[in-house]
C-alpha cells in the first residue's frame, strides 16, 4: 500500500521517481512441526527508504514464502501486535522505517526474547497477559455515580505516561530481569498497574501496591533501562516503576489534593 | 490457563503470612549501605593511599597505627560488615536470576558461609588486634610500641 502512495507522490517531484534498493533481511525461522532448533534464513528484497520493516515482511509473505509467520494487526503503531527484535534491539516492525537502519549490512529480526516461541516471529504472550491480568487493570470504586468522575488537570498528568501502554511486550521481552525469570512481573504489568495506582478515582491501590510488594514485584527491577529504550510509544517505563517503588515505600501513591473549583453552570 | 478474576475479589498474597519482606528491606539496604559505602570506601583510600607519603606507607605500623584508634576500629568494622552483606546480597540477587533448584541452594549457601565467616574473622581481628605483638621485628613495630626502633 505505502510504495503505491509513494510512487504516486514521486511521480511530480523533481529528479524523478524515488530508487528502491534491495535489502537482505535474514530472519529467524522457527516451524515447530518440522524443525528441532530455529534457525536463520536471508531473503533479499526490493524497497523504497518510506518502506518499514513491516512492509518487507509483508513481501517475503505474499511474493517469495508464504509460510513466514508474524502478527500485525493496525499496521500503524497502535495495536501492540508487531513487536520483534530488529538488529537486537526490540521494535514494532510497523514503525521501523527500512531507511533509519543501516541497509549496507543485512538487518536481523527475530521473535521476542523471554516468551516461549511458538513459530517464526510468534511467541506465546500467555504469561505476559498473565501478569497484566494479575496487577487488576480496571478501575476500583465503589460508588456509582450519575455523572463522571471529575479529576484535576494535576491528577490527570500524574499518569498520563502510562496510559499510553499499547501492550506489545517490547519492554518486558527487553528486561534481563525477566529473561532468565519468568516469574517476575515485567515492566509492561508495572506501568498497566501504575495507570491505576496514580488514578485519583481508583480505590485500589493499597491492593495493587501489596501485589507489586511481593518476591516477584518492583524489587526485582534493577533500573538497566532496557524498557525505557524499547517503548514504542515513548513512556518513560523505568520511571513508572521507580515512582511504584516510592509509593511501596511510602505506603500511598501520594497523590496531589484536587484543585478544582467547581461552579455550577449558570451561577 | 488461568481466568480473570471478578472485580473486586480480594487479593491473595504470593507468599502468604511472611513476617519479613526481604525483597523490599535488601532493596532498601542497598541504597542505604551504598551511600555509606560511598564515604567509608573513598575515605578509607584517601587516608590508606594519598595523604602522608600515599601507597609506601602502608606497613604493618602504619596498620597498626591506625587500628591503635577506636575511630579507626568503628570505621573499619563498619566498612567490613556493611560491605560484606551488600556484596553478599548483591551476590544472592545474582544467583537468584540465573540458577534454580538445587544449584541454587548450594551456591546461596556458599555466598552466605563466605560473608559469615569473613565478618566474624574480620571483626575478630579488628576488635582482639595487639599492635605490639611481643617478639615480633621491632623495625616493623608502630613507634609508640616499648619494643619499636621507629
Ligand atoms: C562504592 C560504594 C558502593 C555503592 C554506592 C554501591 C551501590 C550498589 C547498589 C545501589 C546496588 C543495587 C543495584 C540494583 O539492585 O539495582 C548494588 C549492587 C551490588 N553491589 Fe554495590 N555498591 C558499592 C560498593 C560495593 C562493594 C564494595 C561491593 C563488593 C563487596 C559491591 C557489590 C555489589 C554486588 C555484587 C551487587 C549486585 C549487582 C547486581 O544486582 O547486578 N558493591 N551496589
Ligand atoms: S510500556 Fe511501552 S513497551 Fe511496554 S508494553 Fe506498553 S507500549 Fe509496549
Ligand atoms: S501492527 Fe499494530 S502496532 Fe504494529
Redesign the pocket.
Known amino acids: 500500500m505505502s510504495e503505491v502512495a509513494v510512487v504516486e507522490e514521486s511521480a511530480g517531484v523533481p529528479g524523478g521517481p524515488i530508487q528502491a534498493f534491495t535489502v537482505t533481511l535474514i530472519i529467524r525461522r522457527f516451524d515447530p512441526e518440522v524443525d528441532a532448533e530455529p534457525h536463520w534464513q536471508d531473503f533479499d528484497v526490493e524497497m523504497y527508504p518510506t518502506d518499514r520493516v513491516l512492509d518487507a515482511l509483508h513481501k517475503i509473505k505474499w511474493e517469495q514464502d508464504g509460510s513466514l509467520t508474524f502478527r500485525r494487526s493496525c499496521a500503524h503503531g497502535i495495536c501492540g501486535s508487531d513487536a520483534m527484535r530488529i538488529n537486537g534491539r526490540n521494535r514494532l516492525a510497523c514503525k521501523t522505517l527500512i531507511k533509519d537502519l543501516d541497509i549496507s549490512q543485512p538487518i536481523y529480526v527475530e521473535a521476542i526474547k523471554g516468551l516461549p516461541l511458538e513459530k517464526d516471529l510468534i511467541v506465546d504472550m500467555e504469561p505476559f497477559f498473565e501478569s497484566y491480568r494479575a496487577i487488576q487493570p480496571f478501575l476500583i470504586a465503589s460508588d456509582k455515580p450519575d455523572k463522571e468522575r471529575i479529576q484535576s488537570v494535576a491528577q490527570r498528568a500524574v499518569f498520563d505516561d502510562t496510559t499510553k501502554c499499547i501492550l506489545c511486550a517490547a519492554c518486558t521481552s527487553s528486561c534481563p530481569v525477566f529473561w532468565t525469570d519468568g516469574q517476575y512481573f515485567g515492566p509492561a504489568a508495572i506501568v498497566n498497574a501504575h495507570r491505576f495506582i496514580f488514578d485519583s478515582r481508583d480505590e485500589g491501590s493499597q491492593v495493587r501496591l501489596d501485589i507489586l510488594n511481593d518476591k516477584e514485584g518492583v524489587w526485582r527491577?534493577?533500573?538497566?533501562f532496557n524498557c525505557s529504550e524499547a517503548c514504542p510509544r515513548g513512556i518513560e517505563v523505568t520511571k513508572a516503576i521507580s515512582e511504584v517503588k516510592a509509593a511501596i515505600l511510602r505506603g500511598n501513591p501520594g497523590l496531589p489534593s484536587s484543585d478544582l473549583v467547581l461552579t455550577p453552570v449558570g451561577a | 490457563m488461568t481466568t480473570i478474576d471478578a472485580p473486586r475479589t480480594p487479593h491473595t498474597p504470593v507468599t502468604k503470612n511472611r513476617r519479613v519482606n526481604w525483597e523490599k528491606w535488601g532493596?532498601l539496604y542497598?541504597?542505604a549501605?551504598?551511600?555509606l559505602?560511598?564515604v567509608?570506601?573513598?575515605g578509607h583510600l584517601f587516608v590508606n593511599l594519598f595523604l602522608g607519603t600515599g601507597v609506601k606507607q602502608v606497613d604493618f605500623a602504619f596498620v597498626a597505627g591506625k587500628w591503635a584508634s577506636p575511630f579507626w576500629q568503628v570505621w573499619d568494622v563498619l566498612m567490613l560488615w556493611l560491605?560484606?552483606i551488600?556484596?553478599?546480597?548483591?551476590?544472592r540477587?545474582?544467583i537468584n536470576?540465573y540458577a534454580h533448584g538445587r544449584p541454587r541452594q548450594v551456591m546461596l549457601g556458599l555466598v552466605f558461609a563466605a560473608v559469615a565467616i569473613l565478618i566474624v574473622l574480620g571483626t575478630l581481628t579488628l576488635v582482639a588486634f595487639d599492635p605490639c605483638p611481643t617478639g615480633a621485628d621491632p623495625s616493623l613495630l608502630p613507634s609508640f610500641c616499648p619494643a619499636s626502633s621507629k
Open positions: 527491577c534493577r533500573t538497566t | 532493596w542497598m541504597r549501605s551504598g551511600i559505602l560511598v567509608l570506601i573513598f560491605a560484606l551488600h556484596g553478599g546480597n548483591g551476590m540477587t545474582i536470576d
